[in-house]
């Protein structure tokens, strides 16, 4: 529960872990984190760990977690149900869990933990010397059709019953990616693959994309792949070898990100050649996390080889991403912050509660040594807002036909 004491008093809450002291926590880093402390001016800083489970994931999310516990089961075909046979109701179905492909089913049928959530984003890609080459701001929408646990109608959103949720991005800048935007349409059959459609402005139409399109970037100089979302991108079942690597405690940044001083909500920088790589970041003790590999089964022509993701074993959180090559070798990360938006006398509101959210995410191809850094802002161009649990969303942002009036 303490650094302080798991270190033996070498490194306290409010100290800063640099290249000069990283070694006395090693093991409670992943290897590309380690990496970019030992060598690359990484420093993060020591939070006090957080015991109060409702500022770790929505309230909501957490209450159903609590209310449906023990009706999930997995049906004949690996799809979780509930105990009737019925799509599942929403919260995590699996919070106690006895294998790693539950931990995963969980991560999966709810990424960002509302029913709906809007994220108003900008994009900072890094190349080989640190320098910022390119620069977005977009929008990424997510809207649950089953397991709902707010909006109404729920648990289920009528007539998509046969669907998992509907997710879009959309950019905003520079002027030559206006209007790029791409639509996933999840079955919750989790043995077939997302519908992908995109809009590019040059072609002026819809397309659909090959299933393969998952492991690209959708935009020059990114290193962000669909597949890296939440760490639970794809459809559980095409991924498969489930297994646990390692239980134990580790650092994460799980609940002091918000940058509530900001009036947008935008981070600060340090490290890597130019003083540009990496955020400003506070991490903290988690007592257990359940580190679980996984092989893309689905995807034969996958650059990807496994992955090894740490879920924090109170709230099943994925907090960290490595993955490797098919040759076995480090290829990528995916690092997330996360916090509640409650500090002090400032909060942001979702309904009733503090919204809770991922606040920034450093994406690191170790083999190009090309970072992308993501921060979910307040607000970006045309006036787009961060916010959860908006109805309104389906229709403006997740049909085909929304595609074609974002591209225009």
């Known amino acids: 529960m303490s650094l302080t004491s798991y270190t033996q008093g070498a ?8 290249a000069d002291n ?25 939070a006090p760990t957080t015991q109060d489970i409702y500022r770790l994931s929505p309230w909501e999310y957490i209450e159903a977690t609590l209310r449906h516990q023990g009706r999930a089961r997995f049906a004949d075909d690996g799809n979780v149900v509930t105990t009737e046979g019925d799509p599942w109701v929403g919260g995590n179905p699996f919070p106690d869990p006895r294998s790693a492909s539950e931990v995963f089913a969980g991560a999966t049928l709810s990424w960002g933990r509302h029913d709906v959530s809007f994220y108003a984003v900008k994009e900072y890609d890094l190349d080989p010397d ?42 905003l800048t520079p002027s030559d990616s206006r209007g790029t935007s791409y639509l996933n349409i999840w079955p919750y059959d989790q043995n077939r693959y997302p519908e992908l459609y995109g809009y590019l402005p040059a072609f002026k139409r819809v397309r659909r994309f090959p299933t393969n399109q998952r492991f ?29 690597v390692r239980r134990g405690p580790m650092l994460a940044a799980i609940n002091s990100g918000w940058h509530a001083d900001d009036e947008n909500w935008q981070g600060t920088v340090h490290g890597g050649q130019q003083g540009k790589t990496f955020w ?16 893309p089964t689905g995807y034969p022509r996958a650059p990807v080889g496994k992955k090894r993701v740490a879920f924090d074993a109170r709230t099943l959180l994925p907090v960290s991403m490595v993955s490797y090559d098919r040759q076995g070798k480090i ?44 921060e979910q802002v307040k607000e970006v161009v045309g006036g787009y807002r961060s916010e959860a649990n908006n109805p309104d969303a389906y229709d403006r942002f997740l049909t085909k036909g929304a595609l074609r009036r974002m591209g225009t």
């Open 11 to 18: 490194i306290q809450e409010g100290d800063t872990i640099n």
């Open 22 to 46: 990283v070694e006395k926590v090693r093991d409670l880093l992943d290897p590309i984190q380690y990496l970019q402390v030992s060598e690359m001016g990484r420093e993060l800083r020591v």
């Open 130 to 171: 640190g320098k910022v080459s390119y620069e977005y701001q977009s929008c990424w929408v997510e809207m649950n059709a089953t397991g709902r646990i707010l909006l109404e109608p729920k648990p289920y959103m009528k007539g998509h019953e046969d669907k998992l949720r509907f997710q879009s991005v959309f950019f």
């Open 216 to 244: 690209e970037p959708m935009i020059p100089g990114s290193t962000i792949y669909l597949s890296d979302a939440w760490a639970a991108g794809d459809p559980f079942l095409t991924w498969g070898n489930y297994r646990f």
């Open 280 to 295: 400003d970041t506070s991490v903290e003790l988690i007592p257990e996390v359940l580190v679980v590999e996984a092989e």
């Open 331 to 374: 290829y990528r990360s995916f690092d997330g912050a996360f916090s509640l938006y409650d500090k002090g006398e400032q909060r942001v509101m979702d309904g009733a509660h503090p919204y809770w959210s991922w606040t920034r995410v450093h994406a690191h191809d170790v083999q190009t040594n090309r970072v992308t850094r993501l």
